[in-house]
């Protein structure tokens, strides 16, 4: 499938799920027995949707530091790798403070905004890298032999 391709198909899974959950309403109690009556669809979509979640954002990371390592030069992947992550720890930081303030005006508010960033950045991450990238590799010229 390719970096970009998977980057891209998790990024719309995270975004089906968050746009599912805030409107997933219930009231039985979870348990094994209620799951397959039909007052357990709620938990059922709720479980897929957890599920959906789960996939997409495990299915992010590892392809796009790997994409990130092949597109950049030899002597700069550490510097890029850590601006990288330092960009996750900052979104994992200002990433509740944002929920939390409009989950207080709106409840769905931050799912879908969410939402919405992640299938924009798929459009956009797909429009961009929607050929394969060529690694950033130094190619030293080979000398003609004599």
Same mark, same amino acid.
């Given at each position: 499938?390719?970096?970009?391709?998977?980057?891209a198909?998790?990024l719309?899974?995270t975004?089906?799920?968050?746009?599912?959950?805030?409107?997933?309403?219930?009231?039985?109690?979870?348990?094994w027995?209620?799951?397959v009556?039909?007052?357990g669809l709620?938990?059922?979509?709720?479980?897929?949707?957890?599920?959906?979640? +789960?996939?997409? *954002?495990?299915?992010t990371r /590892? #392809? !796009?530091?790997? =994409?990130?390592?092949? $597109?950049?030069?030899?002597?700069?992947?550490?510097?890029?790798?850590?601006?990288?992550?330092?960009?996750?720890?900052?979104?994992?930081i200002?990433?509740?403070?944002? +929920?939390?303030t *409009?989950?207080?005006?709106? /409840? #769905? !508010?931050?799912? =879908?905004?969410?939402? $919405?960033?992640?299938?924009?950045?798929?459009?956009?991450?797909g429009?961009?890298?929607?050929?394969?990238?060529?690694p950033?590799?130094?190619?030293?010229?080979?000398? +003609?032999a004599?």
């Amino acid at each position: 499938m390719g970096e970009p391709k998977l980057i891209a198909l998790s990024l719309v899974l995270t975004a089906i799920s968050l746009a599912l959950l805030p409107f997933i309403k219930g009231t039985a109690q979870l348990s094994w027995k209620v799951l397959v009556q039909p007052e357990g669809l709620s938990w059922v979509i709720m479980l897929f949707a957890l599920g959906l979640l +789960a996939i997409g *954002t495990s299915l992010t990371r /590892p #392809p !796009l530091f790997g =994409l990130l390592s092949n $597109l950049t030069h030899e002597h700069e992947q550490g510097a890029n790798l850590g601006v990288a992550q330092g960009a996750g720890s900052l979104a994992r930081i200002l990433g509740p403070i944002f +929920a939390t303030t *409009t989950l207080y005006y709106l /409840p #769905p !508010l931050p799912y =879908l905004v969410c939402t $919405l960033v992640l299938l924009g950045t798929a459009i956009v991450f797909g429009k961009k890298m929607g050929h394969e990238p060529s690694p950033a590799v130094s190619v030293q010229p080979t000398r +003609a032999a004599e």
